[in-house]
């Protein structure tokens, strides 16, 4: 495959490359660090994703080329339309492109998808899935290591994949493979900014967003002690009342699970149109399965995430019935 597709970037092409909706550290950095080599192999490459991003990703090089698909739906239709190849990272079912997935699927450009979720779908002429690293960026790294291009890896390429790294490791916290730590020594040695990168994500919220996580602890944080799971639900009224904006939620489930009675979080959050749920745990409780069996979800075994066409409330009440099925993970 590898061959293949080295044989596919040999000449020029116009590319496109996408993530899920709502991107993320890892979709954004993936996006990024891919875009910037494919230019520097001399392609004409067109970052598209769904909807906007939080605002603290904007550090990231090439940002300023980013195209939104709600902001200028026929530019980026007739992009989509006319790229060769089109590379979808950080996602594992072209739905989770929300409004594009039509065009992608319809697109007649070779998809490319590369992508560390559960699960995959057949969607794609080529897939690169290994549901055991880490994130998309660790994947993107041994993409180009493999097609015998690490060395073009430059100080703007390792930010963007180091970026991926830090956010879906939990800044290295979760349990990973050495191939982890081999990839982060090997994008810092090639000049990945790992102070800016913390900096500008972990540093850069506003007032608003600090008050929005004391309120939410503080009046919406409930604890069932005997499913050692602690709940986060948050209505649509809470966001405005706090000028929420897009990443103010970021690293909220896990707070939880600090507390060492707490095993299970669950951040619920009521949107216009449905429910979101994103659960966290610790060991080897499988949060992947809740959502998979219950909210049209999936994901990893400790990091997972699903949705409800119910009310906030049911939708609470619903989680908190199913909890039992599966006390035999609590450790």
């Known amino acids: 495959m590898i061959k293949e597709v080295q044989e596919l970037l040999s000449n020029k092409k116009r590319i496109v490359v996408t993530a899920h909706n709502k991107p993320d550290g890892d979709a954004m950095g993936s996006s990024l660090g891919l875009a910037l080599w494919l230019k520097k192999k001399g392609h004409e490459v067109n970052v598209i994703v769904p909807s906007e991003y939080p605002a603290f990703l904007n550090f990231l090089?090439?940002?300023?080329?980013?195209?939104?698909?709600?902001?200028?739906?026929?530019?980026?239709v007739k992009t989509i339309e006319e790229a060769e190849v089109i590379f979808v990272l950080d996602l594992n079912d072209l739905g989770r492109t929300a409004a594009m997935s039509p065009y992608l699927s319809a697109a007649k450009a070779t998809k490319i998808m590369i992508d560390h979720h559960l699960d995959p779908k057949?969607?794609?002429?080529?897939?690169?899935?290994?549901s055991d690293a880490s994130s998309t960026c660790e994947l993107i790294y041994a993409f180009i290591r493999d097609l015998a291009a690490e060395k073009e890896i430059d100080s703007n390429i390792a930010t963007c994949l180091m970026t991926g790294l830090i956010t879906d490791t939990g800044r290295f916290s979760h349990s990973h493979s050495p191939l982890v730590y081999e990839t982060a020594s090997y994008l810092v040695g090639k000049g990945a900014d790992t102070a800016l990168i913390n900096d500008q994500i972990?540093?850069?919220?506003?007032?608003?967003?600090?008050?929005?996580?004391?309120?939410?602890?503080?009046?919406?944080?409930?604890?069932?002690p005997e499913a050692k799971t602690a709940v986060l639900a948050l209505s649509s009224n809470d966001f405005k009342n706090f000028n929420f904006r897009a990443g103010d939620t970021e690293g909220l489930v896990n707070m939880p699970l600090s507390v060492s009675d707490v095993q299970v979080s669950a951040l619920i959050t009521q949107h216009e149109n449905i429910v979101k749920l994103s659960l966290r745990s610790k060991g080897s409780f499988p949060v992947n399965k809740i959502v998979a069996d219950h909210f049209e979800g999936g994901g990893?075994?400790?990091?997972?995430?699903?949705?409800?066409?119910?009310?906030?409330?049911?939708?609470?009440d619903k989680f908190k019935k199913v909890l039992p099925n599966y006390k035999e993970y609590l450790s």
């Open 61 to 76: 090089p090439g940002n300023d080329t980013v195209k939104v698909f709600n902001d200028d739906m026929p530019t980026a």
């Open 122 to 130: 057949d969607f794609a002429d080529y897939a690169i899935s290994d």
């Open 202 to 224: 972990f540093n850069s919220f506003s007032m608003d967003r600090l008050k929005f996580l004391g309120f939410a602890l503080n009046n919406r944080l409930e604890f069932i």
């Open 300 to 316: 990893h075994l400790n990091a997972a995430g699903g949705r409800s066409r119910s009310s906030l409330k049911d939708t609470v």
